[in-house]
């Protein structure tokens, strides 16, 4: 049940005609102009919370061409990854493995936990950088880079026998940090201009 | 600091028109498995499916015009468009149900006739409805607000979000495909369908109402009951809805690349999973792209973006080509190489997904701006007609091509072989890789006469601003009836 915005008389729920069968007015339209101005005032009020949210991610990831390179960069382990990781087990041998039943999941646990965390934990990174202008970003994105970091070389020298695109990840992760710390200054740069 | 542009349309109501078109696609995107599914799962002849793919693309030439506009002469208190995503959903899921479980409700069934009789009606049925709620959906961003701003916003959350949310069911039922095939998971592959259709079902009730539900239509109908007959004739003098038309229809050829993804990666690499990974990175900056639109369109207006992106993408595509045309079937050399390609198209898919829909907005405003009369319903139902056709005619193309470059299946279920001949795999990854976009470039030609742009658009747009602020007085009493 609803009520016609002029006469205030119920109308049903299901009553699809344009208009009030009490006082025929067009309640599609009626006092449009008024609804127009209210919908504008409480569009503004959304608009307003979330262009600071946006303008934060903004700011922490596409501000700058340095910031967008990082953002790029977090990718690159996607595929240094699908090269020889632990001998001549990569991303893709493994998925492929898995799927055909033909690896010992149990055999390669540490190989298999390092290449799931390490995608994970990028994530994590991502996510992370898009808040690198906030509060504590800096250090944020050092922590969660630096967990990365820690993990993927620990699992490892624990599996021994890295390859290839296990070393190329690592550097990639070791550039992460320089990345941090160049796109720090361009992000206070930006908050300095602005 | 910039004057901020002005919004009628608040963030929550674009939230819901975008999770709404969430719970659309959800279902819809697993129609790229149309030819896979009616072939490999429920058994019917290519032959068969791919007869049945043109047929009812032909039908939709009447099917989908009609229903816009029937909608285009639908008046309620609710709206014009409203009440179709109010009613829709509930028959919707049905029907999708319906068209995903025919190898699990026909298991026992050996008649390949009474097969193809079950996937007539179920995606006959299927395809009207889904077309009663596409239509006013898409047609609802252009009367959600008048300002061109607000519009944007609605199509750019709407895409955003289904794109976050309504691939997951392709992603789903590419796991499950594999967990079925290699028996990690204890279910068929008709089973598998049944359950992601289950899911669909549930995201159309849940998400595609919300369209009905929460958004509202702020454009006033000028017209009191306008024939369907008078909408035809004003879509044929609406010459610059007409070109994006034929550049759409013109387009198929581009999505064959989307069809023959799908047997590339089952085929060639014989890894459906393989899709996921290399869709990733693309799918995050995807997402980030939607905030470099109102940039972009600083710098270029909607017909530049077109070229560009047309353009760009046969670059790219004859570079990947010749890159892989040794290494197709080397995944160590093809993902990279495709991560790389994915990550390109994403920036510019995502401006395809919102720029066209924009231009038909601009269109129907220059209708309205020319005689008076606006018609989201029957512009929208080419649009989604279009989309439709050029889906089913790749489909369709595409099950027709195999044969020709030497894949075919033999046997059934457990017991069925591929054949392929010697350059089937090449072939394959040119279809996929360069082919479509290379010739797609074709679909360019008719926006060499598109001309709602610069000064032309903007005195549009400015003297509907003053109409319809007119409009508005006018009907604020108690409307055009009064």
Known sequence: MSKCPKCGKEIGLFYMKENCPHCNVNLLYYNLEERLKSDEEQANKEYDAVEKFIGLIKLSSISSPVLIIRLVLFFIPLGTMCLPMYGDLSLITTIKGLIAGELDAGGAMLELVSMVLVIILSLAVIIASLFSAGKNGFVRNMIFSAVNTVVFISLGIAAGNMAVGWYLTLAVLIVEFVFHIICKKSIDKKQNVD | ?482
């Open chain 2, 1 to 482: 600091m910039a004057q901020r542009e002005r919004h009628y349309v608040g963030v929550k109501e674009n939230l819901a028109y975008g999770l709404a078109n969430a719970g659309q696609v959800f279902g819809y995107n697993l129609n790229s498995y149309f030819s896979l599914f009616f072939t490999k799962v429920f058994l019917i002849p290519q032959k068969a499916v791919s007869k049945m793919i043109f047929i009812l693309g032909i039908w939709d030439t009447i099917n989908d015009p009609l229903m816009g506009g029937i909608i285009d002469r639908t008046r309620t208190r609710y709206g014009k468009l409203r009440p179709y995503l109010l009613f829709i959903p509930l028959p919707l899921a049905i029907a999708t149900v319906a068209l995903w479980s025919g190898p699990l409700f026909m298991q026992d069934v050996e008649s390949t006739t009474a097969k193809i009789v079950y996937m007539y009606v179920s995606y006959f049925i299927w395809e009207m409805l889904y077309t009663l709620g596409d239509v006013p959906f898409w047609g609802l961003s252009s009367a959600i607000s008048p300002l061109p701003s607000d519009r944007t916003a609605a199509i750019s959350s709407a895409r955003m979000i289904s794109t976050l949310i309504g691939g997951i069911s392709t992603t789903l039922l590419v796991l499950m495909m594999d967990g079925s095939e290699n028996h990690i998971i204890p279910i068929s592959l008709p089973q598998v369908f049944f359950i992601i259709s289950l899911m669909c079902a549930a995201m159309l009730l849940g998400l595609f109402s919300l369209a009905g539900i929460k958004c509202k239509e702020r454009v006033v109908q000028t017209v009191k009951d306008p024939s369907i007959l008078a909408g035809f004739k004003v879509l044929v003098k609406n010459k610059p809805l007409l070109m994006i038309v034929i550049g759409n229809v013109l387009s198929t050829v581009g999505a064959l690349a989307g069809a023959f993804e799908t047997y590339y990666y089952a085929e060639v690499v014989s890894l459906n999973s393989l899709k996921i990974v290399i869709a990733i990175p693309g799918a995050i900056f995807g997402f980030v792209t939607y905030l470099l639109i109102p940039k972009l369109k600083k710098k270029f207006d909607n017909r530049q973006i077109v070229f560009l992106n047309g353009i760009t993408r046969a670059v790219v595509s004859v570079i990947v080509f010749l890159i892989g045309m040794n290494h197709y079937n080397d995944i160590k050399v093809v993902v990279p190489l495709l991560l790389i390609q994915n990550f390109i198209f994403s920036f510019f898919n995502t401006i395809n997904m919102v720029i066209p829909t924009e231009m038909i907005g601009d269109t129907i405003d220059y209708m309205e701006w020319k005689t008076g009369e606006r018609n989201e319903g029957v512009s929208f139902s080419v649009l989604t007609f279009v989309g439709k056709l050029t889906g089913s005619v790749s489909a369709s193309l595409c099950t027709a091509i195999l044969p020709i470059i030497g894949l075919t299946y033999q046997g059934s279920g457990v017991d069925r072989v591929t054949i392929k001949g010697d350059n089937t795999d090449l072939l394959i990854w040119a279809f996929f890789t360069v082919v479509p976009y290379v010739l797609g470039l074709v679909s360019l030609i008719p926006y060499f006469f598109y001309d709602l742009t610069g000064k032309k658009l903007k005195k549009i747009r400015d003297d509907m601003e003053v109409r319809r602020a007119e409009n508005s007085k006018a009907v604020s009493g108690g409307g055009l009836d009064e």
